[in-house]
């Protein structure tokens, strides 16, 4: 017979099953426990860091804090079937664990990878005994829910929509493309973000000075070079799992020469990229070499400077405004298409993100140095607004101003103005400058690409 006792299972089951299911205790429980507490402390760091309230969670600002929509579903214990959405090391899998302490309904973890069809259909049955013996609802956390197909999904969906299962979806992958339209209808989606440097950086500070889980438990005294941190936070690319990670590789590689500080080298071993220098001095000198080297036609050295940028944690979003500009200032209309292909890569940053949209942006950049080059888009503008600003103020020719309100007419405006449209030709001989500017020219082509033909014909005229 089970004992009736502490160890029974009216006094231990009520926590477990009320979190995770319909877990049985017994007397084992206790080696259980301790097994437990062992494997917590010989867990890799990231492990033992896991935050244990919502306070503790960097970043995710937008959704955790105080008064955003999900802290205040998961505090209220309302939260209903959603998705969290986002890269890897941003707290899908730490929030639906804080849900799972702090709900009244079941809580049932699940993984995409190793389940299947079958364990959905156990989860769902236990749901069922659940709510009818104790009218407890159940939590379903399906991590890498894009690994399930579309049957798989297919089998949640009536659960889901019955309200049987709560569903919280965890994916790095995104859900408009991997979850099918019925299921992510029924949810809501919140979205993660890449946590900053400055969250990682606090991460970083917390697990050197955490007591207990951190790299200071046992009373060890471990520092860190700025320097290192600094790297550490920046090339982790917002993953706060690869930033623990490789500040514990970092701190045993310093352990094995028998210092108690990281060092920057341990940091670039750790993480196996070495530190690229890019302090304020090299963002305006190699941005500068950027330009220059595709306005120079070198399209080699204009890959160079970004991958020297990209490696540096430049932002994607400048290097893609820089070329934009540099498309027309000194392209132009020598290849009409080189500002359409910046613009793409811009809009590629935006809607990609890195790492893959570092292809985007090489495309471009080879793409326009190897175009050809002509600034007389740049110098048109700017002659003209040198005349704006240092001539009289011109008036509008009378046969260029708007006849169309009432009045206009009986002042002369439009009078004279011959419409273009009306010649076989589609062209007339007509004044649009101001008269006091008029034999003024302010865009002359060039003798390069798409603009060696508008010279021709303005040869010809």
Known sequence: MRPSGPLGRNACQGVAASRYGDGVASGDDLFSQAADQRTAASAPLASRMRPRTLDEIVGQQHLLGPGKPLRALIEADR?????????????????????????????????????????????????????????????????????????????????????????????????????????????????????????????????????????????????????????????SDGDARAALNGLEVAAALAAEDGRATITLEDAETAINLRAVRYGRDEHYDVISAFIKSIRGSDPDAGVYWLARMLEAGEDARFIARRLVILASE????????????????????????????????????????????????????????????????????????DAHYQGAKSLGHGKGYVYPHDDPSGWVAQQYKPSELEGRRYYEPSPHGAEARLRREDDED
């Open 79 to 235: 939260l209903s079937s959603c998705i969290l959405w986002g890269p890897a090391g941003t707290g899908k899998t730490t929030i639906a664990r804080l849900v799972a302490t702090a709900t009244a309904k079941a809580f049932e973890p699940m993984s995409a990878v190793t389940a299947g069809v079958k364990e959905v259909r156990e989860v769902v049955q236990r749901a069922r005994t659940r709510l009818g013996e104790r009218a407890q609802g159940t939590i379903l956390f399906l991590d890498e829910i894009h690994r399930f197909n579309r049957t798989q999904q297919d089998a949640l969906l009536p659960h889901v929509e019955e309200g049987l299962l709560t569903l919280i979806g965890a994916t790095t992958e995104n859900p408009f493309f991997e979850v099918n339209g019925p299921l992510r209808s029924r949810s809501t989606l919140f979205r993660l973000e890449a946590l900053s440097t400055d969250d990682l950086r606090a991460l970083i500070d917390r697990a050197l000075s955490e007591p207990a889980r951190g790299l200071a438990a046992g009373g060890r005294v471990i520092t860190i070079d700025e320097e290192a941190a600094a790297h550490l936070a920046a090339r």
């Open 330 to 401: 000194d392209i132009g209309i020598a290849d009409p298409m080189a500002l359409v292909v910046a613009t793409a890569a811009a809009h590629a940053v935006e809607y990609v993100g890195l790492p893959e949209a570092q292809l985007n942006l090489a495309e471009a950049v080879i793409y326009l140095a190897t175009a050809p080059k002509s600034n007389r888009t740049a110098m048109a503008i700017w002659r003209a607004r040198e005349d704006v600003r240092n001539g009289p103020s011109a008036e509008v020719p009378v046969h260029l101003r």
